[in-house]
């Protein structure tokens, strides 16, 4: 399967969009990106109640916005007026949560996509034909790899759309359940990439690609690709001159 068709790696993908200088997962992260020509975007999508894909990274939105709830809880309408920009400066207070298709009005097939569901739960919630719905509607399918930490909306996805690449991400954090910290999801949803945090990355086995996540530093970028990795993922993508690299 080519992940990207068309196009050559190493794949680079800015962060939650150009995170680095601008509110993460917000118009103008994507906007920046693609301003300062990154090919890849990386983001992440939620199911709000009313049904929406809502771009944003955590579950509950203090974080970004100040306001204290559950996303999964709460209805577009509850949120879209939100300010997302502001907690990282005040010439962003204009910055809303987005909702995906507001992201591919702005970017469409410029760029090759990286999309991230969250979700927590064992059974289906049904945003991952949500998703699918939608870039079916843009014909992004050959531009996305739809990645997670949970293997069940991969599995279920593979099921409906098994030409699009998914990817099971990873890491040693004690929040992730001890039997999915070294890609065991990889088994159970039968994904095509595999996406470990970068510390966890000695040198490529196996068949499957290695899409790693996060890093900013153009040393620690070098010795990944050496190690064989087919994508990077970073807050500040054009610092790592990864053309030069590899």
Known sequence: MKIFPGETGPYLFAHRGYSSTAPENTL?????ALSRKIPGIELDIHLCRSGELVVTHDHNLE????FRGTIEDLGYS???HLDAGSWKDEKFSNERLPLLQD????LGDRVYYDIEIKSRSRTSTGIENKLLNLLKSYRLEERT???S????PLKNLKKTAPGIPTAIIYC?????PWYLRHGEGRWIASVDILKPEHVMIKKRTGKRPVFAWTT?????AKRLLEAGVSGIISNDPAALNINNLS
């Open 103 to 106: 992201v591919f009005d702005l």
């Open 78 to 80: 509850d949120i879209k």
């Open 63 to 66: 974080r970004v916005t100040g």
């Open 172 to 176: 040693n954090n004690e929040e992730l």
């Open 149 to 152: 930490f949970n293997p069940i």
């Open 216 to 220: 900013d530093d153009p040393a620690e």
């Open 145 to 147: 790899v739809v990645s």
């Open 28 to 32: 103008a992260a994507f906007q920046e």
